[in-house]
C-alpha cells in the first residue's frame, strides 16, 4: 500500500513536470513566431549596384560582386531554398569565393555547403558558440556546416578579389557578433542591430543574449566617415547610413 502511494506521489509528480515544460515550451513557441512575424525583410534582387539581397523567408543573406565572382554575408536558413534564390537572380553558387558570418545562429549559417569553393570566415569570439564552450539557449549548441573557417579579430581587415573587407566586433545578439564594412561604403550589420524608421536600432529582446552589450556595440558603428549604407538581416537595409546612425539606442 505505502509502495503504491509511492509510486503515485512520483508519477503526479512527473506529471506535473511534463505538464510544466509543456506550457514553457508552447509559450516560447507562440512568443517565437510573433517575433518572427515583425521581420521585414527585401526581396531577392540587386538592391544596389553590386550587391544582392537573398531572401529566405524571414531573413536576407547578401551578395557583394567582384567581377564574376562574389562574397557572400551570412548563408540563410534553408539550403534549398537559398538554391531556388540563386537561381532567380542566375548566380552560380560556384562563383562565391568566401563566406562572412555575422554570427552562427541557424538563420544565417544552412546554405554554407552550397558554396563548395568559399572560405568561411567568423569573428575569433563566436568560436565559442560553436566548439561546445558556450550554449546558445539552454542545453543547445550552434554549428556550422564546415570542416575549416578562419577566425578574425576585431578591426581586423582582409581583401578577397577585388574586395575590402573590415570586421568589426558588435557583440550582444551574440557574443561574437561581427559586423563588416566592405569597400569602406556597405556596413552589414546581421542581428547586431535593426532599422526602424530609417535609423539603427536595438536588436530584437527575445532572440540576443545579452541586450546591455549590444547597445554598447552602437558605439562601434556610428562613426565610419565613408559608409553609405547600411544592411540588416530581419529588418532591410538604409542607403543613408548618416541618417540611419543620428539616433540614441537605450
Known amino acids: 500500500m505505502i509502495m503504491n502511494k509511492t509510486v503515485k506521489r512520483i508519477l503526479i509528480g512527473i506529471g506535473i513536470l511534463v505538464a510544466f515544460l509543456v506550457i514553457v515550451m508552447g509559450g516560447f513557441y507562440f512568443k517565437m513566431k510573433s517575433e518572427l512575424k515583425k521581420m521585414n525583410v527585401v526581396e531577392t534582387k540587386e538592391v544596389v549596384h ?3 539581397a537573398i531572401k529566405d523567408s524571414f531573413v536576407n543573406m547578401f551578395l557583394v560582386k567582384d567581377s564574376d565572382r ?3 554575408i551570412d548563408a540563410g536558413n534553408d539550403i534549398k531554398a537559398i538554391g531556388v534564390e540563386f537561381k532567380k537572380l542566375n548566380i552560380d553558387p560556384d562563383k562565391v569565393m568566401a563566406v562572412l558570418l555575422t554570427h552562427t545562429d541557424g538563420d544565417h549559417v544552412a546554405a554554407i555547403k552550397l558554396f563548395r569553393y568559399a572560405k568561411v570566415y567568423l569573428s575569433r569570439e563566436e568560436e565559442q558558440m560553436i566548439n561546445g564552450k558556450t550554449a546558445r539557449m539552454m542545453s543547445s549548441h550552434n554549428k556550422i556546416d564546415a570542416k575549416e573557417y578562419t577566425l578574425l579579430d576585431d578591426q581586423q581587415t582582409l581583401k578577397i578579389g577585388n574586395i575590402s573587407i573590415k570586421g568589426i566586433l558588435t557583440p550582444g545578439h551574440t557574443p561574437g557578433s561581427m559586423s563588416y564594412l566592405i569597400n569602406d561604403t556597405y556596413l552589414f550589420v546581421g542581428d547586431a542591430f535593426g532599422l526602424k524608421e530609417g535609423k539603427v536600432d536595438k536588436p530584437n529582446k527575445f532572440f540576443s543574449k545579452d541586450m546591455a552589450t549590444a547597445i554598447k556595440s552602437f558605439d562601434k558603428i556610428n562613426n565610419l566617415p565613408k559608409a553609405e549604407f547600411i544592411f540588416t538581416a530581419h529588418t532591410g537595409f538604409s542607403n543613408d ?9 537605450k
Open 70 to 72: 562574389f562574397v557572400a
Open 50 to 52: 553590386h550587391v544582392y
Open 241 to 249: 547610413y548618416n541618417y540611419a546612425i543620428k539616433t540614441v539606442i
